[in-house]
């Protein structure tokens, strides 16, 4: 658990042809348990990157909604995610359009069905890899690996029985143990309760789990309305987005993949399930 991040329950812990917008890179194999607690950060970049070369097979890419709200149509986009896309004359408009309405929904409910993913979740994932693709075009940032934090962190937003309404906000709240240093790193209270009602102690926050102080610096409004909300996951997922882009820089590199995962929980454990969850978020959509 990190000083940016931390987990909710965890101590520390166009459909042919492939997809620029899934992650190849994050193709951890489900063996990865073998190859224990041990292992460091140097050893663990080599270990994906050898896989990541003959192994990995990308899932079916989100198409844009409406080509003119996306700076290119998905089919467009290169296959290396570190090339740019070209900008449009309505870079400005898409800029200010919900994240979740930039992927096609079609595309939306066709591969929340096969992946099991909440399509409001899945909405806000695929739209937040769209729009890296403006904000950060040499990030190559894939919805599957937002999918798979998203995972982790907090089951899409259904842990505690809870669940993302159509207004995108996750309800009731999901409000992580107080990170009192018991079972995690120790994080006194940094926003006077304002955010998790506690005084004392920080709390982890919202479907994809921000502390009050990273929030209060990173939140980004991804919904279009205004303000950074960390119950709403479209802010939540932009902003989990933009941070991973910018601690990993091109998540296309293995090296670059695991140092912003590593950077969002600093956790070899952490990073095998992210990448498992992603790995097989990206194989069930073909």
Same mark, same amino acid.
């Not at 075009?137 to 937003?157: D, F, R």
């Given at each position: 658990?990190?000083?940016?991040?931390?987990?909710?329950?965890?101590?520390?812990?166009?459909?042919?042809?492939?997809?620029?917008?899934?992650?190849?890179?994050?193709?951890?194999?489900?063996?990865?348990?073998?190859?224990?607690?041990?292992?460091?950060?140097?050893?663990?970049?080599?270990?994906?990157?050898?896989?990541? &070369?003959?192994?990995?097979?990308?899932?079916?890419?989100?198409?844009?909604?409406?080509?003119?709200?996306?700076?290119?149509? %998905?089919?467009?986009?290169?296959?290396?995610?570190?090339?740019?896309?070209?900008?449009?004359?309505?870079?400005?408009?898409?800029?200010?359009?919900?994240?979740?309405?930039?992927?096609?929904?079609?595309?939306?409910?066709?591969?929340?069905?096969? &992946?099991?993913?909440?399509?409001?979740?899945?909405?806000?994932?695929?739209?937040?890899?769209?729009?890296?693709?403006?904000?950060?075009?040499?990030?190559? @940032?894939?919805?599957?690996?937002?999918?798979?934090?998203?995972? #982790?962190?907090?089951?899409?937003?259904?842990?505690?029985?809870?669940?993302?309404? %159509?207004?995108?906000?996750?309800?009731?709240?999901?409000?992580?143990?107080?990170?009192?240093?018991?079972?995690? @790193?120790? #994080?006194?209270?940094?926003?006077?309760?304002?955010?998790?009602?506690?005084?004392?102690?920080?709390?982890?926050?919202?479907?994809?789990?921000?502390?009050?102080?990273?929030?209060?610096?990173?939140?980004?409004?991804?919904?279009?309305?205004?303000?950074?909300?960390?119950?709403?996951?479209?802010?939540?997922?932009?902003?989990?987005?933009?941070?991973?882009?910018?601690?990993?820089?091109?998540?296309?590199?293995?090296?670059?993949?695991?140092?912003?995962?590593?950077?969002?929980?600093?956790?070899?454990?952490?990073?095998?399930?992210?990448?498992?969850?992603?790995?097989?978020?990206?194989? @069930?959509?073909?």
């Amino acid at each position: 658990m990190s000083d940016e991040f931390s987990r909710l329950l965890a101590p520390a812990e166009g459909e042919d042809g492939g997809d620029p917008l899934a992650d190849t890179t994050s193709r951890a194999p489900r063996r990865a348990a073998l190859v224990g607690a041990a292992l460091t950060l140097a050893a663990l970049v080599a270990f994906v990157g050898v896989l990541w &070369t003959g192994a990995a097979r990308p899932g079916a890419a989100p198409a844009i909604a409406d080509a003119a709200a996306d700076p290119a149509p %998905a089919a467009s986009v290169a296959a290396s995610p570190t090339v740019s896309p070209r900008p449009s004359p309505s870079a400005t408009r898409a800029a200010r359009a919900a994240i979740s309405t930039l992927a096609d929904p079609s595309w939306v409910q066709r591969i929340a069905a096969r &992946t099991g993913i909440p399509p409001r979740a899945l909405a806000a994932y695929a739209g937040a890899a769209l729009r890296m693709q403006t904000l950060h075009p040499g990030c190559g @940032l894939g919805w599957n690996t937002l999918a798979g934090i998203g995972e #982790v962190e907090s089951g899409h937003g259904t842990i505690f029985g809870g669940a993302i309404g %159509a207004d995108g906000v996750a309800r009731p709240r999901i409000i992580g143990i107080a990170l009192d240093g018991t079972s995690s @790193l120790a #994080v006194p209270d940094t926003d006077g309760g304002a955010l998790d009602g506690d005084t004392r102690w920080d709390h982890a926050l919202g479907p994809m789990q921000f502390i009050p102080e990273t929030w209060a610096r990173d939140g980004r409004d991804g919904d279009g309305d205004g303000r950074a909300d960390v119950d709403a996951i479209d802010d939540a997922a932009l902003t989990a987005a933009d941070y991973l882009c910018r601690a990993g820089g091109d998540l296309a590199d293995p090296s670059g993949w695991i140092r912003a995962v590593d950077a969002y929980n600093p956790s070899i454990d952490y990073n095998h399930r992210v990448a498992a969850a992603a790995d097989e978020y990206a194989a @069930l959509a073909g």
